[in-house]
């Protein structure tokens, strides 16, 4: 099993990666000579720090490595293009085409350099095209009026609050949405969760953020809250649409055929919204990785991830 | 070998006459050489493919398990959804590629395909030129941390007999090789797949169609008998012990039909 770097190693190479990939004089450039290597990304991308208050635990169950801390996954996808990348022994066709072939962007990205991008995501070895969209919504409810009996208001406040939160709740005619902790379901569903509540002497606004996807009709997320109790209003705010990237058919047999090759099949699911795949503005984009939002980052992933990127890279650069 | 008298809709497939032995799902040859993915549901992919877009037929066991019910053993299998349904994470694996909601050919419900069921049955079967008669020289077994399963041999022209456990409840059926009668069709095709399953007598009842579609469509074995203590993922031990048939040699008079070739 893979031994995981140490916290220091991972932000020293990811850094002497990246400087030594923006100066790279032997950078493969297409006709037009423009620079198409593959570009690496890994998330988070609103400035917080990845390696923040990580740590290197050793697994009770498994006896191995494993990364802990809010952003043990990211650190770890981090950890391996950081490897894969920056792997300048030539003791193998795959260390010695990652090298030539892969940029990564950190702690800053290019975003629109040329070539396709791979971007890092806690993916569970899956792909991903699709990062689910944004929405705001904020529901006015009338109070009970200042004189009534302070129970009466609130009891009154309880009950619409609760009416509207009721109505938040995803349901479906036959999936078993209420256990659904993985998403298995509720990852393609419209859903809302509870951002605030706003107080004034007349009116209680909730604010839910929505999480959309293509078939989101914004008529129907407004009639669902307008049908409450004391509703006085509902306002819908687009953030952000659903992002669909439409790799090439060159770039998605490179990213497919590796995840055949180290798992056996290749599946895709969708990415939650904000996701760091949706700050690629190209469409020639794809999504891997290993590990799970917000859970530590152990051997075996570093291991996979690490298999499963040297594999796409290969392939992208046996393609190009 | 059978084939559907006329073509037949039920939920989102219709299936179409075919004069060559084998079932075709979306152009995919429904046999063992395609099957791509076995844990909580099947999936088959041209082994050449390249890439997704080339082709992949979802949840296939939702359909090869009603027709092989009904007796039905050549034919050709097309998805007509035309929505997409995203709760669902093939649809969504769908959309994530190139392909349409159509690659996906089983009912939302987790159903074999009730009504698909139905439409064979008024239009009915009619037999074809290429019988294939295969059965096993010896019993192969499977087991896993979740279950087990037995196939053995059977008289030739016999069809399938179904001994099946689940979670403690039992199902037990025989599907002669022109069809099940209506009241076991009619049971299996309306029992919800054991992750949507009220209870497990439900989920056992499913899974017949299911261990019909790996085992006997899919395994190429056609006069056999099946008992089975399921559990989990359990079409890992179903296409695992169709394959595990053929690794041990254990496949007998199997002429592979023009689908497989």
Not at chain 2, 166 to 187: K, L, M, N, Q, S
Request: charged share 25%; with cysteine; hydrophobic share 40%.
């Amino acid at each position: 099993m893979a031994e995981l770097p140490s916290p220091e190693t991972i932000q020293e190479r990811a850094l002497e990666v990246a400087e030594r990939g923006s100066n790279d004089p032997g950078a493969d450039t297409g006709r037009d000579g423009q620079d198409e290597r593959v570009n690496l990304l890994v998330g988070p991308f609103d400035g917080t720090d990845p390696l923040a208050d990580l740590e290197v635990a050793t697994d009770p169950e498994t006896g191995e490595g494993v990364y802990r801390g809010p952003q043990a996954a990211q650190a770890g996808l981090l950890a391996v293009a950081a490897t894969v990348a920056g792997s300048e022994e030539a003791d193998g066709e795959l260390n010695a085409a990652a090298d030539t072939t892969a940029r990564l962007h950190f702690p800053d990205a290019n975003l629109t350099a040329a070539g396709p991008w791979l971007v890092l995501e806690p993916l569970g070895g899956r792909l991903s095209t699709v990062v689910r969209g944004r929405a705001r919504v904020s529901v006015d409810l009338e109070r009970a009026p200042e004189a009534s009996a302070t129970y009466q208001r609130l009891e009154t406040d309880e009950n619409r609050l609760s009416t509207v939160l009721e109505a938040a709740k995803p349901s479906h005619p036959y999936y078993p949405i209420d256990d659904d902790r993985d998403g298995v379901f509720t990852t393609g569903m419209t859903t809302f969760s509870l951002a605030g509540v706003e107080t004034s002497d007349e009116r209680l606004t909730v604010v839910l953020e929505a999480a959309t996807t293509p078939a989101t009709a914004f008529a129907e997320v407004e009639s669902r809250f307008e049908s409450c109790p004391g509703v006085e209003a509902v306002r819908l705010e687009r953030v952000a649409g659903v992002d669909r990237a439409r790799p090439s058919r060159a770039t998605r047999t490179a990213v497919e055929g590796a995840h055949r090759a180290v798992l056996g099949d290749c599946a895709y699911d969708w990415l939650a919204p904000g996701s760091t795949l949706e700050a690629v503005p190209t469409p020639e984009k794809v999504a891997l990785g290993t590990g799970e939002p917000g859970e530590p980052f152990g051997a075996d992933a570093f291991a996979t991830g690490t298999r499963l990127l040297e594999e796409t890279l290969a392939r992208m650069e046996g393609s190009a | 070998m059978r084939t559907v008298a006329e073509p037949v809709e039920g939920e989102y497939v219709r299936v179409e006459p075919r004069s060559e032995p084998g079932i075709e799902v979306n152009g995919i040859p429904a046999s063992l050489e395609c099957v791509r993915k076995a844990d909580v549901r099947v999936d088959l992919v041209e082994p050449d493919a390249d890439y997704t877009g080339d082709g992949r037929a979802f949840v296939v066991e939702h359909v090869l398990g009603p027709l092989r019910l009904c007796g039905v053993t050549a034919a050709s299998v097309t998805g007509i959804a035309g929505e997409w349904d995203f709760s669902r994470p093939e649809h969504r694996f769908c959309y994530a590629t190139t392909l349409g909601p159509d690659a996906v050919v089983s009912h939302p419900a987790g159903l074999p395909n009730p009504a698909l069921a139905t439409a064979v049955r008024e239009v009915g079967t009619e037999p074809i030129d290429g019988e294939t008669r295969a059965t096993l020289s010896e019993s192969v077994i499977r087991e896993t941390d979740d279950g087990s399963i037995t196939v053995s041999p059977a008289e030739t022209g016999s069809g399938v007999s179904l001994d099946l456990e689940y979670d403690g409840a039992r199902f037990r059926a025989d599907v002669p090789h022109d069809g099940a009668r209506g009241d076991v069709i009619e049971a299996i095709t309306t029992a919800t797949t054991p992750y949507l399953a009220p209870d497990a007598e439900v989920a056992v009842t499913h899974a017949a169609a299911d261990v019909l579609s790996d085992v006997v469509v899919l395994g190429g074995l056609e006069d056999v008998r099946i008992e089975s203590n399921l559990g989990g993922a359990y079409h890992t031990e179903t296409i695992g012990v169709a394959r595990r048939a053929r690794e041990q040699g254990a496949v007998t008079a199997l002429e592979r039909p023009a689908a497989d070739r």
